[in-house]
Structures are given as C-alpha cells and as structure tokens.
C-alpha cells in the first residue's frame, strides 16, 4: 500500500503529461494531413465515442478480471492509438484508430484510467481524507498537463525552427505520445495487489454485476447531470479551443502551450483549493459557487477584442474551474455504498464521455462558419450554468457523511 499510492500519482502525472503534449498540436496535426474543419471534429467525436465503450467494458471488468490488468490493457490502447496516428493519414484507419484507441482531445483525463485509479485509491486512504486525497490527484494531473502542453508547443515549434516541416513536427510529438504509453505498460506492470477489488461471484446478478444496487437511483441521477456538463465542456475541449486561437489570432504552437501551460496550472492550484473551501461550505456548494463565475469567464472569450484580453479571461476562467471536480469525485464517491464505488466511478466517467462525444463534431462545424467561430465557447458556459442549477436543487439536500 505504500508503493501504490505514490506509483497511482505516478501514473497520473505521466498520463496527464501525454495528454497536454498531444493535445496542443494535435488539431494541427489533423489539419496538415488535409483534413477539414468538420473532418477534425467528426474524428475528435468519434475518439470520444470509441473512449466511452471501451471505458465501459474496462471499468465493468476490472473488479472480476484485474485492475492491474486492464490499466496494463488500456495503456497499450494508447501505444496503439499513438503509433498508427503518428503513421498514416488515412481518414478511414484514424477513425477506426480513433474508436479503439486512446487519445485525449482535450488535456483531460480518458479512458478507464480515472475510474480504476480513484477506486484504488479510496480503498488505500481512509474516508477523512478522501476530498484531500483527490484534490492533490487533480493538482498533479493539472500539473502535468501543462507541463505537457508546454513541451509539446515549444518541441514542435523548435523543430520547425530547425527545418522540420510543420507536419512532420507534430509527427514527433505522436511518437512521444506513443513512448509515454510504453512508460505507463510499465509503471502499471509495478502496482501491487492491494489495489485490487475482491473478486466477484460468477452467479451473480446483472444489476450486482456492474456493481450498482441501492445507490442505483443516486448515481444514474448524478450520471446524467455529468454528462449535460460533459457536453458542454466538448464544445471547448484544448485541442479545439488550440485550433480557435490559432485561426482567430494566428498563435502559433510555441504560444499556445505556453498559453494552455499557464491555464492548467491554475486549473490545478484551483482544485487543490477546492478541498480547504468544501470543509467551511460543503461539497455541492463548492461545485457550484465556483463553477458558476468560471462559466461566465468562458462565455467571455470569444467577445475579447484582442488576443491579450482573450488569453486574460481564459486564465482567469481557468483559476477557478477545476474546483468543481475533486469535490465532484468526492461527493460521488460519498454518497454510494463503499462496494459500489468502482461502479459508480465507472458508470459516471461512461456518462460523462457518451455526452462529450458529439461535442467536437459540432464545434468543427462552427469553426468553418467565421461568424459563428465564437459560439463553441457560449453554447458551453450556457449548458453549464444549467447544469449548475440542476445539480444544486436536486443534490444540495444530499449530505455526504462528514457533513451530516
């Protein structure tokens, strides 16, 4: 158990690194292979879709067949993903790459990675410390983002510098993508038995085989509020939100990691933070009294005459938005019985990609429309002041039991 938790933050940090290197460059990459706007956004939808089914079976197998094994599993989807991405530019082959694989459009955490890990993790630190606990998670991952998204803007930029072809430039940033997953085969090869769950009966019933059964009603009611908010946060997800700035201001990859460096750090300081305010206010008001001035902030972007005041109000946003999830994960987890958490934590992250997967394709639409570029960003903070409401009036009288 002492190795386990600093080798799952390990494994967090080096996942979430992958993702913000990729991240940046990533539409960019697409875009240099020839594909149009709607193209990009149609193959970015349909990585969302494949990520869903996979995390599906992966998370409803791993209590029963291993998490070790399908962590080891889902890291090698990602060497897959990355490699014939980094190969080929043939549509038909990066959809059915993108349905398979593993790849992160956004920075942000896919795939059953998040499920299985918090999972683990709550069994290895008791429950007082469980908001901490995530809060720090997120810190890292956030951390490792932007590091990432840093590195993978000024590699690419520097290798143009020396000669490198733009497309060729992002094709080394693929193949590092690609190395990191080969990292993570290993580091998951490393974890111990104590993060497994005990196995399951093989005659047991199919509602107790996904592992819900009286936090049932609970966790379909929080599933589909994620997934209204995941909607929305796949209209502006980094890849995309990159490519805006790109044709909006014409920033190049150098920038927009240093841009989207500086906005996950803060998105990181901010969910550390989270924790110290749930303790004095609670957890869904702390999800929502945060979310709600974030979502504002990115309502705002698009209508910031300059790039200066565009890349201010994205920061600012960005300070305060990520205090919604550890909080979030937190409350899940709270309010479930503690043999349905892995399911609950699996059946959440599944509603959240199933309403993330149209996302893109309907941003690609928008940003080949010049009037309708900036509607991405007021279409998301909308839908997610909505959700904001919803959640509050529906779960505010739901107290987690270190505020009963």
């Given at each position: 158990?002492?190795?386990?938790?600093?080798?799952?933050?390990?494994?967090?940090?080096?996942?979430?690194?992958?993702?913000?290197?990729?991240?940046?460059?990533?539409?960019?990459?697409?875009?240099?292979?020839?594909?149009?706007?709607?193209?990009?956004?149609?193959?970015?939808?349909?990585?969302?879709?494949?990520?869903?089914?996979?995390?599906?079976?992966?998370?409803t197998?791993?209590?029963?067949?291993?998490?070790?094994?399908?962590?080891?599993?889902?890291?090698?989807?990602?060497?897959?993903?990355?490699?014939?991405?980094?190969?080929?530019?043939?549509?038909?082959?990066?959809?059915?790459?993108?349905?398979?694989?593993?790849?992160?459009?956004?920075?942000?955490?896919?795939?059953?990675?998040?499920?299985?890990?918090?999972?683990?993790?709550?069994?290895?630190?008791?429950?007082?410390?469980?908001?901490?606990?995530?809060?720090w998670?997120?810190?890292?991952?956030?951390?490792?983002?932007?590091?990432?998204?840093?590195?993978?803007?000024?590699?690419?930029?520097?290798?143009?510098?020396?000669?490198?072809?733009?497309?060729?430039?992002?094709?080394?940033?693929?193949?590092?993508?690609?190395?990191?997953?080969?990292?993570?085969?290993?580091?998951?090869?490393?974890?111990?038995?104590?993060?497994?769950?005990?196995?399951?009966?093989?005659?047991?019933?199919?509602?107790?085989?996904?592992?819900l059964?009286?936090?049932?009603?609970?966790?379909?009611?929080?599933?589909?509020?994620?997934?209204?908010?995941?909607?929305?946060?796949g209209?502006?997800?980094?890849?995309?939100?990159?490519?805006?700035f790109n044709?909006?201001?014409?920033?190049?990859?150098?920038?927009?990691?240093?841009i989207?460096f500086?906005?996950?750090?803060?998105?990181?300081?901010?969910?550390?933070?989270?924790?110290?305010?749930?303790?004095?206010i609670?957890?869904?008001?702390?999800?929502?009294?945060?979310?709600?001035?974030?979502?504002?902030l990115?309502?705002l972007?698009?209508?910031?005459?300059?790039?200066?005041?565009?890349?201010?109000?994205?920061?600012?946003?960005?300070?305060?938005?990520?205090?919604?999830?550890p909080?979030?994960?937190?409350?899940?987890?709270?309010?479930?019985?503690?043999?349905?958490?892995?399911?609950?934590?699996?059946?959440?992250?599944?509603?959240?990609?199933?309403?993330?997967?149209?996302?893109?394709?309907?941003?690609?639409?928008?940003?080949?429309?010049?009037?309708?570029?900036?509607?991405?960003?007021?279409?998301?903070?909308?839908?997610?002041?909505?959700?904001?409401?919803?959640?509050?009036?529906?779960?505010?009288?739901?107290?987690?039991?270190?505020?009963?």
């Amino acid at each position: 158990m002492k190795r386990d938790i600093p080798l799952l933050f390990t494994t967090r940090v080096v996942r979430m690194f992958g993702y913000g290197f990729l991240s940046v460059v990533l539409a960019l990459y697409l875009a240099q292979r020839g594909l149009s706007e709607g193209e990009i956004g149609m193959l970015l939808t349909l990585t969302l879709a494949g990520d869903a089914a996979i995390t599906l079976w992966i998370t409803t197998s791993a209590d029963r067949m291993g998490r070790r094994r399908m962590l080891v599993f889902g890291a090698g989807l990602m060497v897959i993903a990355g490699l014939i991405f980094s190969l080929t530019g043939n549509y038909l082959l990066l959809v059915a790459t993108a349905i398979i694989g593993v790849i992160s459009p956004s920075g942000n955490e896919i795939g059953p990675f998040l499920s299985i890990e918090q999972a683990s993790l709550s069994q290895l630190v008791p429950d007082d410390k469980r908001t901490q606990i995530f809060a720090w998670y997120n810190l890292v991952g956030s951390f490792a983002t932007a590091t990432g998204a840093l590195v993978g803007g000024a590699l690419a930029q520097l290798l143009q510098g020396a000669g490198y072809t733009p497309l060729n430039s992002y094709r080394v940033v693929l193949m590092g993508y690609t190395l990191i997953g080969v990292l993570l085969v290993i580091l998951f090869l490393l974890l111990s038995r104590s993060v497994e769950a005990p196995k399951l009966a093989e005659t047991i019933s199919i509602q107790r085989r996904f592992g819900l059964h009286k936090s049932r009603k609970v966790v379909f009611r929080l599933s589909s509020l994620f997934a209204l908010d995941a909607f929305a946060g796949g209209l502006v997800v980094q890849s995309m939100a990159a490519y805006w700035f790109n044709i909006k201001f014409g920033v190049q990859p150098a920038l927009l990691g240093t841009i989207f460096f500086g906005a996950n750090i803060l998105a990181g300081i901010s969910a550390l933070s989270a924790a110290w305010i749930a303790k004095r206010i609670g957890l869904i008001n702390t999800m929502v009294y945060t979310h709600i001035p974030s979502n504002i902030l990115l309502i705002l972007v698009p209508f910031m005459p300059t790039l200066p005041l565009a890349i201010l109000v994205l920061l600012l946003r960005f300070s305060i938005s990520q205090m919604d999830v550890p909080t979030r994960q937190s409350y899940t987890m709270a309010v479930v019985s503690p043999d349905e958490r892995s399911a609950a934590m699996g059946v959440t992250s599944i509603a959240r990609s199933v309403g993330a997967m149209l996302s893109p394709a309907i941003t690609g639409q928008l940003l080949g429309v010049a009037s309708l570029m900036g509607a991405p960003f007021v279409i998301a903070g909308s839908l997610k002041i909505v959700y904001d409401v919803l959640i509050w009036r529906g779960f505010r009288a739901i107290k987690p039991p270190e505020e009963r």
